[in-house]
């Protein structure tokens, strides 16, 4: 299992440098990226790859996604079929924009360990150790992944006249001779991936004749012209306006991680949902106090100004089938979404807690993790309760603060560039946790379990750092623990190496990070973001000393799933728990 992680600082240096670092592309655009490893490998390096996967198959415990489906009918269950068919297209696609010739660098792959580990991470680079190549004879993940080509500098990047290069939904490739004329063209996901879209948007149209709610039919049948267009905005809307469906999807190219080069390009993902009525009911009565918490935010009436949408809702769900970017390294727990930035002006968000995914989380890796490095004395406000709030309030913090920068030049997301994840991440993070707070002044939670939250946060800062330095979750948690633990908020009782949280303290800090946070993005100050992670995002010696404790403890770092329609006992027409490239 994993023993040490990088410093940030470091690791995002090297990745601007490896860009210039890779194989020359091939010569047509529709080509990949990178030229396939060499096909023969050294026996002892081989072998050395495959005690490397056996050992880490152990950092993922496996959960079978299901769901209670009684309360559906024959149609809406034949629809969940459908849906989950449609959300395995987004498999192939992922495969394509992670990785080049994976069919070719697969079939190198001799034992079952090391295949099983390359299916897992859709690729030979290990997402919860900081990227390492566990194949033989492959190198370092290119940080622009098949995005752009792979020996494409950022200055070429910067001097190229395409209005397009920085669309969410654009590859960038090499025209022939490019060594002679430098010149790059776009070319549309649309097209690029048409083959998938095609089969997935007629999944989607197929699924929305079986659906009961009129919101949910339209939703489907716009989101599949938007998978064969790339024009996902009105389809955002229409699913911002469903409010009682009892399944739901979310697919298409939507989170930016996959880009650690400039953070611009969507990957391809998709989740098939299952609501929690009762559960949803209960969340409700949050949103309303949006606008309220945007005009109490800890900063300067500019930082604030943007008002979010008043549309936004909360809901708990059921996941019973990720695939693609979501099915990647650590599971996400919570959605917020749409992305877009004038969606979220205009009508707000939804927020999805997939609360099977959480206690599962929660059961396996948080409470072993708190039994171990959490103060005994604090272990009794390590709960379920509090870490669905912190959640869930994350997601929401998304909602709040501001999305364009104060100098008029654009959203947050394009001024920070590769930085961009990791502090919206750490915003979500920190502002939910005031949130809390805040919300526990009001009346609507109750102050006197704040304790609980404090330590449910700490507790979790230690399972996220544990994804990697190249997740924006832990790079976020990095910088927030180190800056705890600068201001005092935790600290670590030398006798039993087990950490604390010092309540008013924590108090203090975590609004002084907010405010840091805030004004960082909205002053879209990429200098500062660059300076602050490169400060405070390593991982000192002495948490990973702690972290091996996790390792030798044989406790996960996250989850797998068994999943698909055989699982939710449907028929026998679904595609496999596992995803391989084809």
Same mark, same amino acid.
């Given at each position: 299992m994993r023993t040490s992680i990088p410093a940030l600082g470091l690791l995002l240096a090297s990745a601007v440098l490896l860009t210039a670092c890779h194989d020359k592309p091939a010569a047509t655009p529709d080509q990949a990226a990178a030229k396939p490893a060499a096909s023969t490998v050294a026996p002892a390096a081989a072998s050395s790859s495959a005690r490397y996967a056996s050992r880490h198959l152990g950092d993922y415990a496996t959960v079978k996604l299901t769901a209670d489906l009684s309360h559906l009918d024959a149609k809406q269950k034949k629809m969940v079929g459908l849906l989950i068919q449609a959300a395995d297209q987004m498999n192939p696609i992922y495969w394509k924009q992670s990785v080049a010739n994976a069919d070719a660098l697969r079939a190198r792959i001799h034992d079952d360990a090391t295949r099983e580990l390359f299916d897992i991470n859709y690729g030979p680079w290990d997402r919860l150790n900081a990227d390492h190549p566990f194949v033989a004879g492959v190198g370092p993940r290119p940080p622009g992944a098949q995005f752009y080509p792979a020996d494409m500098t950022k200055a070429e990047f910067d001097k190229s006249p395409l209005k397009d290069k920085t669309s969410l939904y654009t590859l960038l490739r090499p025209v022939?001779?490019?060594?002679?004329?430098?010149?790059?063209?776009?070319?549309?996901y649309h097209v690029a991936y048409k083959p998938q879209l095609d089969k997935a948007a007629d999944l989607l149209r197929q699924a929305s004749t079986l659906a009961e709610d009129p919101g949910f039919a339209k939703y489907l049948k716009m989101r599949a012209d938007a998978l064969q267009t790339d024009d996902y905005q009105p389809s955002d809307f229409a699913w911002m306006d469903m409010k009682n469906n009892p399944v739901d999807i979310v697919i298409g190219p939507i989170e930016t991680y996959e880009d650690q080069l400039f953070g611009y390009k969507a990957a391809y993902e998709s989740y098939v949902l299952i609501k929690d009525q009762a559960w949803s009911e209960k969340l409700k009565r949050f949103a309303k106090y949006l606008p309220q918490l945007q005009r109490d935010l800890p900063v300067p009436a500019k930082y604030k100004a943007e008002k979010p949408g008043s549309d936004a809702d909360l809901n708990a769900y059921f996941a019973v089938y990720y695939a693609g970017d979501a099915n990647v390294g650590a599971k996400t727990i919570a959605i917020n979404l749409p992305n877009d930035e004038q969606v979220q002006l205009k009508k707000g968000t939804r927020r999805l807690q997939l609360e099977n995914v959480m206690q599962a989380k929660f059961d396996k890796i948080m409470k072993p993790i708190a039994a171990t490095l959490i103060a005994k004395d604090q272990l009794d406000h390590v709960t379920f309760d509090a870490f669905f709030q912190n959640t869930m309030f994350h997601e929401v913090a998304h909602g709040l603060g501001i999305k364009n920068t104060l100098d008029g030049k654009g959203t947050v997301r394009k001024a920070l560039k590769e930085y961009a994840s990791s502090f919206e991440e750490g915003k979500a993070d920190i502002l939910g946790l005031y949130m809390v707070r805040?919300?526990? *002044?009001?009346?609507?939670?109750?102050?006197?379990?704040?304790?609980?939250?404090?330590?449910?946060?700490?507790?979790?800062?230690?399972?996220?750092?544990?994804?990697?330095?190249?997740?924006?979750?832990?790079?976020?948690?990095?910088?927030?623990?180190?800056?705890?633990?600068?201001?005092?908020?935790?600290?670590?009782?030398?006798?039993?190496?087990?950490?604390?949280?010092?309540?008013?303290?924590?108090?203090?800090?975590?609004?002084?990070?907010?405010?840091?946070i805030l004004t960082l993005q909205g002053d879209g100050d990429y200098a500062d973001a660059k300076k602050m992670g490169d400060a405070m995002g390593v991982v000192g010696p002495q948490l990973a000393s702690d972290?091996?404790?996790?390792?030798?403890?044989?406790?996960?770092?996250?989850?797998?799933?068994?999943?698909?329609?055989?699982?939710?006992?449907?028929?026998?027409? *679904?595609?496999?728990?596992?995803?391989?490239?084809?």
């Open positions: 022939l001779h490019r060594e002679d004329t430098g010149e790059l063209v776009t070319v549309p805040k919300l526990g *002044e009001m009346g609507e939670l109750d102050k006197s379990k704040l304790m609980d939250n404090y330590v449910t946060f700490l507790a979790g800062m230690l399972r996220s750092v544990r994804f990697g330095a190249t997740d924006a979750h832990a790079q976020a948690n990095m910088l927030r623990f180190n800056y705890f633990l600068k201001h005092g908020a935790i600290t670590r009782d030398a006798d039993t190496g087990r950490y604390r949280v010092h309540f008013d303290k924590m108090t203090q800090a975590m609004t002084a990070l907010t405010t840091r972290l091996k404790r996790l390792d030798q403890a044989d406790i996960p770092v996250d989850i797998r799933f068994e999943q698909g329609a055989k699982v939710l006992g449907l028929d026998d027409s *679904e595609p496999s728990s596992e995803s391989v490239p084809r």
